[in-house]
């Protein structure tokens, strides 16, 4: 008879090691960090204006409607009509551009946070009463609107700020209408209702922290609208009075030479698109990247 053995002598087995998972790298647009670039330049220019080495606004550097050349920075991007530096006027006008964009977005966040808050958490008869005045103004043309007030006021940068704070305030107000009422249904909101939280502190404290990231994502994009808005009504003649530049009135400025002298309309158009572009490019970029609704 045949015995078989079923005792096996113990094998020595290697573990393979863990495959190497390759760190995640973030795609880091370089359409986005030029943005960044280009809006850094742009603000510290305009806030450091009178340090640059570069000619006043107001002052003759050259010849009329001289083109761009190099070897001096006054002349750079050319003369206008009367000899000024195209240049310095150009930061000089980022000045106007940056502070009334972003201190009428500042004003329509600032409103339109509070109303939709009140509007989206109480909901009623205060939401039925703020989302009608929300409407209202968003049926009426916003540059219609601008241009009424600017017909009926005096054309001067506190006219522009009412009027364009007026202009973005409906969107704020419905975009913190909407972020408040998603958050309004949450456990943690639920949860302080039921310990005896007031509304006040609700509000500041539960669902104002988590609306303002998206809000300040949209800010942005907010100016850049307005950028575009007041270099409209400066270019119909009913923006920031001359002397003191604009990009839009530099524009109007040129139309007249666009034949014989380009440059004076490319420039500050150009200068515009950069900004706006940038400016959406940014908004975009903080959106996808603080905004939590788009994640949650």
């Given at each position: 008879?045949?015995?078989?053995?079923?005792?096996?002598?113990?094998?020595?087995?290697?573990?393979?090691?863990?495959?190497?998972?390759?760190?995640?790298?973030?795609?880091?647009?370089?359409?986005?960090?030029?943005?960044?670039?280009?809006?850094?330049?742009?603000?510290?220019?305009?806030?450091?204006?009178?340090?640059?080495?570069?000619?006043?606004?107001?002052v003759r550097v050259g010849p009329s409607r001289q083109t761009p050349q190099l070897g001096s920075l006054d002349l750079l991007l050319g003369t206008d009509n009367f000899g000024?530096?195209?240049?310095?006027?150009?930061?000089h006008g980022a000045q106007v551009s940056l502070l009334v964009g972003t201190v009428a977005g500042l004003a329509g966040l600032t409103i339109g946070t509070v109303l939709g808050l009140l509007a989206g958490?109480?909901?009623?008869?205060?939401?039925?009463?703020?989302?009608?005045?929300?409407?209202?103004?968003?049926?009426?043309?916003?540059?219609?609107?601008?241009?009424?007030?600017?017909?009926?006021?005096?054309p001067s940068i506190p006219t522009i700020l009412i009027g364009l704070t007026l202009v973005t305030v409906p969107s704020f107000v419905r975009l913190a209408r909407a972020n408040t009422i998603a958050w309004s249904s949450r456990e943690f909101v639920r949860a302080a209702k039921n310990m005896g939280a007031s509304d006040t502190r609700?509000?500041?404290?539960?669902?104002?922290?988590n609306v303002v990231p998206g809000l300040a994502a949209f800010f942005p994009t907010v100016i850049a609208a307005l950028i575009v808005a007041e270099g409209?009504?400066?270019?119909?003649?009913?923006?920031?009075?001359?002397?003191?530049?604009?990009?839009?009135?530099?524009?109007?400025?040129?139309?007249?030479?666009l034949a014989t002298a380009p440059h004076r309309v490319?420039?500050?158009?150009?200068?515009?698109?950069?900004?706006?572009?940038?400016?959406?490019?940014?908004?975009?970029?903080?959106?996808?990247?603080?905004?939590?609704t788009l994640r949650d």
């Open positions: 008879m045949t015995v078989v053995s079923t005792n096996k002598e113990p094998v020595a087995r290697t573990v393979d090691p863990a495959p190497a998972v390759p760190a995640v790298r973030k795609n880091r647009s370089v359409v986005v960090w030029g943005s960044y670039a280009w809006l850094a330049a742009t603000v510290l220019s305009a806030a450091f204006a009178k340090l640059l080495p570069i000619a006043s606004h107001d000024r530096s195209i240049l310095s006027r150009c930061i958490y109480l909901g009623g008869r205060a939401d039925w009463i703020i989302s009608l005045l929300t409407d209202s103004l968003l049926a009426f043309p916003p540059l219609i609107l601008l241009l009424a007030l600017a017909s009926i006021m005096t609700i509000l500041l404290k539960e669902i104002l922290p409209s009504l400066s270019f119909l003649g009913l923006g920031i009075p001359p002397p003191q530049p604009s990009w839009g009135g530099m524009i109007a400025e040129g139309k007249a030479a490319l420039i500050p158009a150009i200068v515009v698109f950069l900004t706006v572009f940038s400016l959406n490019q940014v908004g975009d970029h903080l959106r996808h990247r603080f905004d939590r």
